[in-house]
């Protein structure tokens, strides 16, 4: 009886919110317009921009309390939530990696809200604990962001983030005596901690005004050397560009500490330049090895005066090549291993060889090379997936990678690089059977003809009616792959009965620059139209229908959601953008933006801005249309994609759409773009929003049962 009184109230509930629309918070308009070369654009919840004034403080307040007010009322949300802790309950544990003469690895026991860094001798013997980030703070939210080892092995620089953002603080830690010294480096974002000597390379900003830090933009990066024992102020200033606040800087050196690398970027391209200095000549000046910003360079590592890189230069699935150091002043540059068919990942060094991870149709492949570009074999992989991390020393016999799929948790394999051999290192144990789902890969033809690949993931046994819970998941941008790999937030969804589905649209990495450049700027609608067309095909093939699909991206991808959700709100019942880019004309004025421009473009151009103002989510939403279920997720301390972007979007649906279809937007506080946030709080948040597809689907899941 206690069961049915439980589902009746759930459909009494949804009965409810379907035929009344919720009562939103007003949302002050105000009288703010720009002109775009002749074309008057309204912006009338500006005011939303500032994310530190009491008014908007005030507004998220209310609208929180709207949403979680409506999410109460769910009966299974609690149901979910404590299903996935018990999943998520399982110890993880990276590859072992070597820094300073030791190794170190990351651990987390199951439901730890950050992963602790652990030191070995070697890499079978008991980790110790160095740092606990969750010793940081009560409740996880200050996270690791980067660290570095100093070469002899006694100093750990440390960088974390507090509250998700993109600043973060340097410290320092003596791994002899487990204090952290007197150094406090501020305003530091974007860097890499690069050892030399008594101390280390690092990039950062001037302080931004009190109250703009989370918003303001960021420009002039520059690149210091910190002394240890010494005060921020005495950092010695390595390199700045005099004029161009667009440039980003990045330091490495090399593990012998004789050669120091810089890495020149520049908003609104697509590549890199790379320098390099030989820092066992005190007058030595920064010799180019890479020149220009379009195309990408990537350092692999220096050995015995070689250094090798990658590049898609004359190669947009990427090469392999060397520069012979020794002959500097002259840079000796030679192709080792040209581009193949396969897009080139990325490469490393070990064991005396090069492994090159190449993408073949989404799937990794992993192969072996002499250090003379000479093919040896393969490495055998487990499984169709990915490989997610790589780890090695030029001069020892083992190796260790990670390998993930969407059926396969993230599992540590030691490689031996003289048999070719590889074993488990480290498996997870979980409440999981990975016989019980099933993998597949289609191709389905986009609007244009193209063929774009899809992986679609479900329990087996499951009927292809029509009937099914449908996740459709996409990015499409930034040359940024979407690739398989184990989610236990998908695992919930997939034991519930759901299909999850990621769509391998364009504008991303996965066929290497070129179907990058069919993502961008003027190319974006086909970013859409792809992903438009994966619904369909999932529609199509009875993996779902209308009704049971639900779509979800984030940051880039938000845009993708918001996008493809005013362009075919027909489609799709339940949407979910989640840190989403949704003012396209206004993007490159907050924080880092302004590099964004080169993948949308900017509306200071002329062609470019109409272009932009055609799918602008906030500017194509119109009254009158029915619009989904929608729940838009966002955080206070988003310094990457700044929350208003979500806010004036939220504001704007709610104020012309009048359906019975909940229009919401969940702001997380103390959290950022999604980085180092805590594992108790991605549980509550996946629980919510898988909630709030269930509601309205009209679907009670069989965990609630």
């Known amino acids: 009886m206690k069961k049915i009184l439980f589902g009746l109230f759930g459909f009494i509930m949804m009965q409810s919110c379907s035929k009344n629309q919720l009562k939103y918070p007003e949302t002050r308009k105000d009288d703010v317009t720009d002109t775009y070369f002749g074309v008057t654009v309204s912006d009338p919840y500006r ?34 939530k404590k299903r996935l802790t018990e999943l998520w309950n399982y110890e993880r544990v990276s590859a072992p990696f070597k820094e300073g003469g030791k190794y170190f690895l990351f651990r987390n026991d199951g439901l730890q809200n950050q992963s602790v860094l652990c030191m070995m001798d070697h890499p079978d013997a008991e980790p110790k604990v160095v740092l606990d980030p969750n010793a940081l703070s009560p409740d996880g939210t200050v996270a690791l962001n980067t660290f570095a080892v100093s070469h002899d ?24 005596t487990g204090q952290d010294l007197k150094d406090h480096l501020l305003w530091v974002k974007f860097s890499g901690l690069a050892w030399t000597g008594d101390g280390f390379y690092y990039s950062r900003y001037d302080a931004p005004g009190k109250g703009t830090e989370l918003s303001s933009q960021n420009t002039f990066q520059k690149v210091y050397f910190h002394k240890l024992g010494t005060d921020q102020e005495y950092d010695r200033l390595v390199y700045r560009h005099p004029s161009e606040g667009d440039r980003m800087y990045g330091a490495w050196v090399s593990r012998d500490e004789h050669w120091f690398v810089l ?47 990658i590049t898609n230069q004359e190669a947009p699935r990427y090469r392999l090549m060397k520069v012979d150091l020794r002959a500097l002043p002259e840079v000796k540059k030679a192709e080792l291993i040209p581009q193949k068919n396969d897009v080139l990942e990325a490469a490393y060094l070990a064991g005396g060889k090069l492994f090159l991870q190449y993408l073949s149709d989404v799937k990794n492949v992993l192969e072996v090379y002499q250090t003379d570009g000479s093919y040896v074999h393969p490495v055998q992989l487990p499984a169709i997936g990915t490989v997610l991390s790589f780890s090695g020393e030029p001069d020892e016999e083992n190796a260790y990678y990670t390998f993930t799929s969407f059926n396969y ?58 009937k099914n819970p449908a996740l459709l998941y996409g990015y499409g941008g930034f040359n940024i ?22 769509a391998n649209i364009r504008g991303g990495g996965e066929y290497g620059e070129e179907w990058h450049e069919a993502g961008m700027k003027l190319n974006k609608q086909n970013v859409f139209d792809d992903f438009i067309a994966a619904a369909e095909y999932l529609i199509r093939e009875k993996y779902t229908s209308r009704k049971k699909l639900a779509i979800m991206g984030g940051s880039n991808g938000g845009l993708l959601i918001g996008a493809v959700v005013n362009q ?36 200071e151009d002329s062609v470019q801005f109409h272009y932009l103002l055609k799918y602008s989510p906030l500017h194509n939403i119109h009254s009158g249309v029915k619009y989904p279920a929608i729940l838009v997720t966002t955080a206070d301390h988003d310094d990457r994609v700044v929350p208003a972007h979500s806010f004036k979007y939220i504001a704007t649906l709610q104020e012309k759409y009048k359906g019975p279809n909940p229009v919401l937007i969940r702001i997380q506080t103390s959290a950022g773009h999604g980085g180092g946030k805590p594992t108790s709080v991605i549980i509550d948040e996946t629980a919510d929003i898988y909630a709030f597809i269930y509601r309205n689907m009209g679907i009670e899941p069989p965990a609630a049962r």
Request: hydrophobic share 40%.
């Open 153 to 176: 092995g006694r100093y750990l620089a440390y960088a974390i983030s507090r509250a998700g953002s993109d600043w973060v603080e340097v410290f320092v830690r003596d791994l002899k």
């Open 47 to 80: 005011w939303l921009e500032n994310d530190t004034s009491p008014e908007v403080k005030k507004w998220v307040e209310e609208q929180n309390k709207l949403t979680f007010a409506y999410l109460k009322t769910i009966p299974y949300r609690d149901a979910l």
């Open 409 to 466: 948790p993230t599992t540590v394999f030691r490689y031996n690089t003289k048999t070719g051999s590889s074993e488990v290192w480290f498996a997870p144990r979980l409440d999981f059977r990975p016989e019980d789902y099933i993998v597949e890969q289609v191709f389905y033809n986009s609007k244009d003809g193209t063929r774009v690949p899809m992986f679609i993931t479900y329990k087996k046994g499951m009927q292809r009616n029509g």
């Open 481 to 502: 792959t979407m690739k398989p790999s184990f989610s236990t937030a998908v695992l919930l969804w997939l034991e519930n009965g759901g299909v999850y589905a990621l």
């Open 263 to 309: 890495f020149e970027s520049k908003w609104g391209t697509r590549g890199n330049a790379l320098w390099i200095k030989d820092l066992t000549k005190a007058n030595d000046e920064l010799h180019c090895v890479a020149e220009g910003f379009d195309h990408e360079n990537g350092l692999v590592d220096i050995q015995d005066g070689i250094l090798y890189m």
């Open 568 to 603: 075919r709100p027909d489609l799709f019942r339940v949407a979910i953008p989640q840190v989403g880019v949704m003012d396209m004309l206004r993007f490159h004025k907050f924080t880092i933006g302004g590099s964004w421009v080169t993948d949308y473009g900017s509306s």
